[in-house]
């Protein structure tokens, strides 16, 4: 029993540093613009799924669809331009968020 929680322990710690190394060690890469086709508000208050954030679904100019992280999912309507900062982290990751 003694071993598991052990176990429990450690793989979330390593859980929460590696969410926290995503957000200290990763660089700005870009600013790009695009046009917004989805809203999904998250899921905040969990009751059987994990609360999720709320981001858009954006298309950009060539055509690719991405997910960008936001703190305001009302800030922007459908079908409007919007201003996004890319960010990469130094094992390769991309994620985008909304531009304040």
């Known amino acids: 029993m003694k071993t598991w929680v052990v176990l ?15 957000d200290i060690l990763s660089r700005q890469r870009g600013s790009l613009s695009g046009t917004v086709v989805g809203v999904d508000l998250g899921n905040p208050t969990p009751k059987w799924f994990p609360p999720t954030p709320p981001r858009y679904k954006v298309r950009l100019p060539g055509g690719a669809l991405i997910d960008v992280a936001t703190k305001n999912p009302h800030s922007v309507p459908m079908g409007g331009g919007i201003f996004i900062t ?8 991309v994620w985008y968020t909304q531009r304040d």
Do not use: H, K, M, N
């Open 86 to 93: 890319e960010w990469v982290t130094p094992w390769g990751q």
């Open 8 to 22: 429990f322990l450690v793989l979330l710690a390593a859980g929460v540093a590696w969410g926290l190394a995503r």
